[in-house]
């Protein structure tokens, strides 16, 4: 079992930046397992934002490539995404994921909202 806790999310005007991080509490820890960002913004479907593998690579959409950016601290079992730039499209709640052993645990979200 894996538990994912993610925390960071707010308000925040066009332009500004956010740090969400995605833990991995109450005895889970990270592993050797990819983790990903993924967000769903009102009405629409969730989608995958980015990822980083145990070693640090890491992958992000199109739509946030050169703001975004995805780390990890294995010791910490966390994962963090710096949201720079941040636009209104950016706006959704943001979801962090582990699969292990073909199931995926999720995270309950956090809510980022960009407006002016």
């Known amino acids: 079992q894996v538990q994912l806790v993610e925390s960071g999310g707010g308000s925040v005007q066009p332009g500004g930046s956010l740090r969400l991080s995605c833990v991995a509490g109450?005895?889970?820890?990270?592993?050797?397992?990819?983790v990903y960002w993924y967000r769903q913004p009102p009405g629409k479907e969730r989608e995958l934002v980015a990822s980083v593998t145990n070693s640090g690579t890491q992958n992000y959409a199109d739509s946030v490539k050169g703001r975004f950016t995805i780390s990890r601290d294995n010791a910490q079992n966390t994962v963090i995404l710096q949201m720079n730039s941040l636009k209104p499209e950016d706006t959704a709640h943001y979801y962090c994921?582990?699969?292990?052993?073909?199931?995926?645990?999720w995270g309950k979200g956090t809510l980022v909202t960009v407006s002016a």
């Open positions: 109450f005895g889970s820890s990270l592993g050797a397992d990819t």
């Open positions: 994921k582990l699969r292990r052993f073909g199931f995926d645990f």
